[in-house]
C-alpha cells in the first residue's frame, strides 16, 4: 500500500470536499481558549500556530454540556423527546495522545451498558490525526506507549514534511474516505524517508518521563499514608482544571432545567476535585480535599487500569501546562511513598 | 397478590439507558414525618407486565424538572402488581417527591446493580438486621423469602429506630410479630410511656438476641453508624465476614457505572453493588465506604 501526500497549499481545497459531507472541525482560538471548532471554509492559519487545543477534542464527544432529552407535561402527562441526532463529525488535525484519550474512554462509555450519545458521536465521527512535531515541554506521551507523530487511533494519519503532509491510512473508514477524495497526490520514497526522520524527531523531542512499571501496586502500597497525600494535595485549589480539561477525564452529572411545563435534562462535565461531586445529604466520603486528590490520580493510574487494562493518561501535559499552582502528576508519580507491603 | 418464581436474567432496558419510563403514583404511606412509601405502577401496559427486578437491586427515580436520586425498590418481586419505593426527605429531589401527590407520573430507569444471592441464601439460617429506612432493601428480601418460606430455615428479623415515631413500614413489623414462622425482635434508641417494646440500640439487641452463625447468613441494612457497630457484633457471634452482607449507599448520577462518583477504589457500587459481602468490603482498596 503505498501513502499518498496533500501540498499544504491545498489543505483548503481538501476541507472544503470534506464539509460537504461531514461538520470539519479545525483548531480555532475564535472564542479566546483553543479548542476544536467548526471550520469557517477559509481559514488554515491554525497550520502556523497550532502545537494543542486548550480544549480537548473529547468535547466533541462528550460535550461540556449536553442536552440528554426534552421533557413536555399536557394533559396526557409527560412526554419525552430525544434531540435530533445528527452528528457527523470529521476533525482534522488531532493530536496522537487525544485520539489514544478517546480509545482509552471508550471503554467506559462501552461496559456494560452503552452509552449512545458517546458511542453515536464516535461511531459516526471521522479522526484525521496530525503528527506532533513540536511537542511541549510538559508532554510526557512516549512514558504511556504514545509517538507524538503516529497514531493508530485515527482514521487518517498526517505528518508534516515540509511543503506537503504525508497522508497514511489507517481504518478502512479513512481508505474510503480517501478514495473518494480529490486532489491527492502518491507519495514518493522521499516523502516516506522524510516522514520517518520527522516522526523520530518528534519522538526525541519528548523528554519528561514517567515510570509506569508497577504503578497499580505502588499506588495501592501508597494509598492509606495519608500524610503524603496531604503534602501532595497541600497548594490544590480545587478549580477542577487538571480533569475538566483532561482527554481523558470522563466524569459527568446529569440535571433538569425546567421552564414552565417544559425542561431539558442534560449533561455536564463534573469533576472529583469538588466536594459536591460525592456529597450526599447525611455524609461526604470525599469532604477532605487530600481524599480528591488521591482519588485523582489513583483512578487514573490504578483503578482505571484495574478495570480496563490501560493508565488513564496519555502525557498529553495539559494538567501541567494548566495548573493554576503548578500541580505536577509527574512529580507526584515520581515521589509516591512505596512500602513494601501491598497495603490494604 | 401474585406470587411467582423470581427470574434470575437481569432485565435490560432496550434502547437508550438514559431515557426514564413513566410511572403513576398509585397510593403513598406516610411512614414517619420524614419517610413517605410510594407505590408506582408503568404508565405502559407492556411494561407493566414484562418487567422484572430482583431484591436489591435500585433504579433511578426522577422528578421531571427537579432531578433524579437512586432508591432501591423496596417491595419484593413475588408481590408485583405494583412496585415501592421508600423516601427519606433529605435533599431536593426527595423534598420534591414528598410533595407529589396519587396521580402524579415520575420517571423511573432501572432495575440498576447486583441484588440479593438468593441462591446463596437458599437452606439457611437468615438473620436480617435493619435500621431506620434501611429496612427497605431487606423487606423486599424478607417478603421474597416468607414467599418462598420452604426453601429457607429459620428467620430471624431485629429491627430499631431511634423512637416509636421512627419505626418504618409498622405494617409489616405487625404481620411478621404474627408470623409464627419468624423470630422478630423490634426495639428504638429511646422508649416512651407507651412503648412497651425493647429499648436499646440494634448492635446490643441482636447481642441479646444471640441468633446462631451456624448455617447461618445476616443481611444487615441501616444508618452507616449502626452497621459500624453490627459487624463487630455478627463476628462476636461466630459470623465469619462471608456469612455478613449489606447495601451500600453512594452519590450517584448515571447508575449504570459511567459518570464516575460512586467508587469506592476500584469497585463501583452502582455497577459492583450496591449487596456486597463484608468480606468484599474488607477487601476493599479504600474505606471510603
Redesign the interface.
Known amino acids: 500500500m503505498s501513502n499518498k501526500k496533500v501540498s499544504k497549499k491545498d489543505i483548503t481545497k481538501l476541507l472544503s470536499q470534506w464539509s460537504q459531507q461531514f461538520t470539519v472541525l479545525v483548531p480555532s482560538k475564535e472564542s479566546g481558549v483553543a479548542e476544536m471548532a467548526e471550520w469557517d471554509g477559509k481559514d488554515t492559519s491554525f497550520l502556523d500556530w497550532y502545537r494543542n487545543t486548550v480544549v480537548p477534542p473529547k468535547a466533541s464527544f462528550l460535550p461540556p454540556m449536553e442536552e ?2 426534552h ?1 413536555q ?1 399536557d394533559k396526557e ?2 412526554r ?1 423527546e ?1 434531540p435530533p441526532n445528527e452528528h457527523k463529525q470529521l476533525i482534522f488535525s488531532i493530536r496522537p495522545c487525544d485520539a489514544r484519550a478517546l480509545a482509552i474512554i471508550d471503554a ?2 462501552k ?7 458517546y458511542l453515536s458521536k464516535r461511531k459516526s465521527a471521522v479522526l484525521v490525526g496530525l503528527g506532533c512535531t513540536n511537542p511541549s515541554q510538559s508532554c510526557f506521551c512516549t512514558s504511556l506507549g504514545i509517538s507524538p507523530a503516529e497514531s493508530t487511533d485515527v482514521d487518517l494519519m498526517l505528518t508534516d514534511i515540509g511543503d506537503q503532509f504525508l497522508v497514511e491510512e489507517i481504518t478502512d473508514k479513512g481508505k474510503e474516505l480517501i478514495a473518494k477524495t480529490s486532489g491527492l497526490k502518491e507519495a514518493t520514497k522521499d516523502d516516506e524517508t522524510k516522514a520517518k526522520e520527522a516522526k523520530e524527531a518528534a519522538s526525541q523531542r519528548i523528554t519528561r518521563k514517567i515510570n509506569t512499571e508497577g504503578i497499580i501496586d505502588k499506588l ?1 502500597a501508597s ?1 492509606d499514608d495519608k500524610d503524603y497525600w496531604e503534602k501532595i494535595a497541600a497548594k490544590c485549589i480545587s478549580c477542577g482544571v487538571c480533569t475538566l480539561l483532561c482527554p481523558t477525564c ?9 421552564v414552565r411545563q417544559e ?1 431539558t ?1 442534560f449533561r455536564s462535565l ?1 469533576s ?1 476535585s469538588f466536594p459536591v ?7 461526604n ?2 469532604q477532605e480535599k487530600w ?1 480528591r486528590v488521591r ?1 485523582k490520580v ?2 487514573k493510574f ?2 482505571f487500569p ?2 480496563f487494562n490501560v493508565i488513564a493518561c496519555t502525557g498529553c501535559g495539559r494538567c501541567i501546562r494548566l495548573c493554576p499552582v503548578n500541580w505536577d502528576i509527574t512529580q507526584t508519580l515520581a515521589s509516591l511513598p512505596v512500602k513494601a507491603e501491598v497495603g ?1 | 397478590m401474585t406470587t411467582t418464581d423470581i427470574s434470575p436474567s437481569r432485565f435490560l432496558a432496550q434502547g437508550n439507558v438514559y431515557l426514564p419510563h413513566i410511572v403513576v403514583i398509585e397510593k403513598i404511606i406516610e411512614e414517619t414525618p420524614g419517610v413517605r412509601t410510594l407505590h408506582f405502577n408503568f404508565k405502559d401496559e407492556k411494561l407493566r407486565k414484562e418487567f422484572t427486578f430482583q431484591s436489591g437491586q435500585f433504579a433511578q427515580y426522577s422528578v421531571f424538572g427537579i432531578g433524579e436520586a437512586p432508591f432501591c425498590i423496596s417491595s419484593s418481586p413475588t408481590r408485583h402488581d405494583h412496585l415501592e419505593f421508600a423516601v427519606q426527605r433529605v435533599g431536593r429531589v426527595t423534598n420534591a417527591l414528598h410533595r407529589l401527590g396519587v396521580g402524579a407520573e415520575l420517571g423511573f430507569r432501572g432495575p440498576y446493580g447486583n441484588s440479593f444471592p438468593l441462591d446463596f441464601l437458599q437452606g439457611k439460617n437468615l438473620v436480617f438486621v435493619g435500621g431506620g429506612i434501611g429496612l427497605a432493601p431487606l423487606r423486599s428480601l424478607i417478603w421474597n423469602v416468607i414467599d418462598n418460606r420452604d426453601r429457607y430455615e429459620k428467620i430471624d428479623i431485629v429491627y430499631g429506630a431511634r423512637t416509636p415515631a421512627d419505626l418504618c413500614f409498622k405494617y409489616d413489623l405487625e404481620a411478621w410479630g404474627k408470623d409464627k414462622t419468624v423470630k422478630f425482635v423490634t426495639t428504638v434508641d429511646r422508649g416512651e410511656a407507651s412503648w412497651t417494646g425493647k429499648v436499646g440500640v440494634v448492635p446490643k439487641i441482636l447481642e441479646e438476641a444471640a441468633p446462631s452463625a451456624k448455617n447461618a447468613v445476616a443481611i444487615v441494612c441501616g444508618p452507616p453508624i449502626m452497621i459500624r457497630f453490627t459487624f463487630p457484633v455478627l463476628e462476636k457471634l461466630g459470623f465469619t465476614p462471608e456469612q455478613m452482607l449489606t447495601t451500600l449507599e453512594k452519590r450517584m448520577k448515571c447508575g449504570i457505572g459511567k459518570c464516575g462518583r460512586c467508587n469506592i477504589g476500584n469497585i463501583y457500587v452502582c455497577r459492583d453493588g450496591p449487596v456486597f459481602s463484608y468480606a468484599q468490603i474488607k477487601s476493599f482498596v479504600s474505606s471510603e465506604y
Open positions: 440528554m432529552f421533557f407535561k402527562g409527560y419525552i430525544l467506559n462509555f461496559d456494560l451498558y452503552q452509552d449512545p450519545y495501592l494509598f470522563y466524569c459527568f452529572d446529569i440535571n433538569d432545567e425546567l425542561g435534562r463534573d472529583c461531586y460525592t456529597k450526599m445529604p447525611m455524609e466520603p470525599r481524599r482519588q489513583c483512578h490504578g483503578f484495574m478495570s490494604k
